[in-house]
């Protein structure tokens, strides 16, 4: 009889990025994972005298890393990709509003969410951070694949595709929370569009409802200079000073994109302890800026990455993120050695964790979190030779070099053959809903 623990799976002979506190690299190295957790990491020499996996999967040639943490999306908008380019985000907004009136219904969302998590898991990303209608219908996608997500009930000033009056928000948010509690891959939030969108009275309502709830406070800022704009003319304050001013910058407050910041506000939200989610792509494509990330690192904010919705991106691909985050912090600075690589793959794994609060749980390899974990495949001519691990996985690295991924310790892509989904019918499904969608918005 063999004295080694089984486990259920044992991932060995690949190199190890722990991304944990000392930046571990592991060569040659081994995880041992039961259930949902990871209960070992090391040289695969060890791990195997210590663990006998009931599967095993070879990973020579291959680097483990923490799954990427995708901080801010909205998932279903894939069902409108390239349907809105090239416009400013005010105008892009009234057409996607229009648009979703139209057809964000929840079998469409249903649908483009699928799409999305296809999209990401093909790329490594294992958690998304939602913001859409149909929350529930959302929530059950994310069972179904196996995906993680944070995701929670929004607030805004409107009736949505969802058919929820702005009155009846509160009841609506409190019965989605409620079946959310305690859920292994649907993590709740409470989601409020932004503070143009959603009065004061409505904002402050939200936030009351996540502390409550124990949740995470989500909501667009100072994403245009636009929004700062009107914003200030209406309340006489920037978007970041009236959410304080609600007392909603807190450490439990996520805030997307936050392009346009002044000294002050970096140093509020880093007085609050406020996240922030950077979405660099998005606010290139709808011409908003740059958002002052090394700024914002200095002064002790915690900024994950994001890639904002496939309709503003067009993609869902956190490894074009991590580039495009370290290169334009490197242009807009004049200053090579801003954001660097390990720095940038930081914020895609356990910075955007920490922007969650959920870094006790995923955004790194070690033992007793849970087995979010992406294979990628360094047998390619474009990652060799290698000289610097993180140099490769920001700057080389292409989302197709992804192999396998698991997600809470199930595999749910091996050697790229998706294991939760049909994705030969999620295709045709998509090509006949997109096919409706362009013949009824025609000009």
């Known amino acids: 009889m063999s004295d080694r623990q089984p486990v259920d799976l044992l991932i060995r002979g690949g190199t190890i990025v722990t991304v944990d506190d000392a930046d571990r690299i592991i060569p040659d190295g081994a995880v041992a994972i039961k259930g949902m ?11 195997q005298v210590l663990y006998e996996g009931k599967d095993e999967i070879d990973a020579t040639g291959k680097v483990i890393i923490p799954g990427l943490v995708n901080t801010h999306t909205h998932l279903a908008m894939t069902i409108f990709r390239g349907i809105a380019d090239d ?30 998590f296809i999209e990401m898991i093909r790329g490594g990303t294992t958690l998304a951070t939602d913001m859409y209608w149909h929350i529930d219908d959302t929530n059950n996608v994310a069972r179904e694949m196996n995906f993680r997500l944070v995701n929670g009930p929004i607030f805004i000033d409107f009736v949505g595709p969802d058919g929820v009056a702005p009155e009846d928000r509160e009841a609506v948010a409190r019965k989605i929370l409620a079946n959310i509690q305690d859920d292994q891959l649907v993590h709740p939030c409470v989601l409020a569009h932004s503070t143009y969108s959603v009065p004061e009275e409505l904002l402050k309502k939200a936030g009351e409802i996540a502390e409550e709830f124990g949740a995470l406070f989500i909501t667009h800022a100072s994403e245009s200079m636009a929004e700062v704009q009107t914003v200030t003319e209406d309340s006489g304050k ?101 954001l660097p690589a390990p720095q940038a793959f930081r914020m895609a794994t356990i910075e955007g964790a920490r922007a969650l609060g959920l870094e006790a749980l995923i955004g790194s390899i070690e033992v007793g979190k849970r087995a979010d974990l992406a294979l990628v ?54 090509k006949a809903v997109g096919a409706k969608i362009k013949a009824e918005n025609q000009g």
């Not at 907004?93 to 799409?115: H, M, P, Y």
């Not at 691990?389 to 080389?396: I, K």
Request: proline share 3%; with cysteine; charged share 25%.
């Open 87 to 116: 416009m400013r985000l005010e105008p892009w907004l009234d057409k996607i509003w229009k648009l979703e009136g139209e057809f964000a219904s929840e079998e469409n969302c249903r649908l483009g969410t699928q799409l999305a």
């Open 238 to 338: 920037t978007p970041i000073e009236f959410l304080d001013a609600l007392g909603l910058l807190t450490p439990h407050t996520l805030l997307a994109h936050c392009v346009h910041l002044n000294d002050a506000e970096i140093a509020l939200l880093a007085k609050r302890d406020t996240k922030v989610a950077h979405c660099p792509e998005s606010n290139l494509k709808l011409g908003n800026g740059v958002a002052r990330v090394t700024d914002l690192r200095a002064a002790g904010v915690t900024v994950g990455i994001g890639t904002d919705g496939a309709a503003s991106n067009n993609d869902l691909d956190m490894w074009g993120e991590m580039r495009s985050a370290s290169l334009l912090q490197k242009g807009m600075q004049h200053d090579p050695t801003a």
């Open 377 to 430: 495949d360094f047998e390619k001519t474009h990652l060799n030779p290698v000289y610097d691990l993180y140099s490769h996985l920001v700057y080389a690295v292409d989302r197709s070099d992804v192999d396998t991924v698991l997600i809470n310790g199930k595999v749910v892509m091996r050697e790229r053959e998706l294991l939760t989904i049909d994705e030969t019918a999620v295709l045709t499904e998509a």
């Open 37 to 47: 957790e990871i209960v070992g990491v090391g040289a695969s020499q060890q791990i």
